[in-house]
Every structure is written in structure tokens, then in C-alpha cells.
């Protein structure tokens, strides 16, 4: 049986930069099945390759300021990190670092997915911008997207949000 993780990357305290914990938290809303594991690293990325072991499948949600609009969403694979890598002194240094020595160790995912959110403030401050807030709900999508592309969730036509759940249960009661 295959496994996925999605591991989010960041710091709450910091505004925008912590969209990677908010996702995580929208997702452990989701039903995901008992194959597909959500850990929140915060900015810890030292360990990152602890989440990685025994994994088919990762995706790195992280908050990254890399000259986009606020909220706006990239995917990258970790072959394109790599020739990101190569020209950007960016904030990825630290996560491309703990892939290759996940590699080393012959424990890195046969496939890993990179989402990034472009983060509109970065302070000292819990929450985050309007700019970003809607971005998180299509970073759970594009997510989702992701695994039932490769077979960690089954498809269905309707899968009704968490809020319209709320409604209907408040309607019900």
C-alpha cells in the first residue's frame, strides 16, 4: 500500500509565512484516508527528511516570497527545485538541503511536490493577509488534486466543502 505526506513549512508568527500550518489545518479537515499523513513542521526544516521516511509520495506546503502577487500559488516538482536551486539564493536553500540529504540516505519519495504560496506580509503577527487567506482554500485543492492524480484518494463528482457541512447539520438540528 502507498503512502503520501504532506508536510507544511513555516512560522505562524510571522504572518503569511505560517499559510503552510493553515493549510495543514484545512486538510485535517478533509478526509484523506488512513494512507496520507499531515505533519506541521513549523520552521524546524532540520528534521524534514524524518517526515519522508517510508513515503511514496510528499508534498512541502511553504510560504515563500519569490516576486509574485500575494496568494499567488506555485507548483513545483523536486526536479524543477533543483534547477531553481542552481540561481536563487531564496529562502528554498534550507529545504532543497534537507531533499538532498534525504537522498543521500536513500529515504526521499519516489516523487516530491512543492506548493508555494506567495505571502503578502511578513511581520511579527499571527494571522493572515486577505490576500492570502483565499489561498489556502486552492492550495487544499490543488492538493487534492494531487493525490487523487496518483491514487491516494478515489474520485467523486461531489465532495460538499466543511462549511456546507456546518450548514446543513445547524439546518438539520
Not at 536563487?88 to 537522498?103: H, I, K, N, Q, W
Not at 505571502?119 to 492550495?139: F, Q, T
Amino acid at each position: 500500500m502507498k503512502n503520501a505526506v504532506i508536510v507544511s513549512l513555516g512560522n505562524v508568527t510571522s504572518g503569511d509565512m505560517g499559510a503552510g500550518s493553515y493549510v495543514i489545518e484545512a486538510l485535517s479537515q478533509e478526509n484523506l484516508g488512513m494512507n496520507v499523513d499531515l505533519a506541521d513542521i513549523g520552521s524546524e526544516v532540520f528534521n524534514l527528511e524524518v517526515h519522508l521516511y517510508q513515503q511514496d509520495y510528499a508534498i512541502l506546503v511553504y510560504a515563500l516570497a519569490r516576486g509574485y502577487p500575494g496568494g499567488h500559488i506555485s507548483q513545483l516538482a523536486y526536479q524543477e527545485l533543483c534547477h531553481v536551486r542552481q540561481g536563487c539564493s531564496c529562502g528554498m536553500r534550507p529545504v532543497y538541503e534537507r531533499l538532498r540529504l534525504a537522498e543521500r540516505f536513500g529515504i526521499m519519495p519516489s516523487e516530491v511536490t512543492l506548493v508555494v504560496i506567495e505571502p503578502r506580509v511578513v511581520c511579527h503577527r499571527l494571522g493572515l493577509s486577505k490576500e492570502v487567506r483565499p489561498a489556502i482554500r486552492k492550495a487544499v485543492r490543488l492538493i487534492k488534486k494531487n493525490l487523487e492524480q496518483r491514487g491516494f484518494l478515489s474520485s467523486s463528482r461531489v465532495t460538499p466543502l466543511v462549511r456546507y457541512r456546518l450548514e446543513l447539520l445547524q439546518m438539520t438540528i
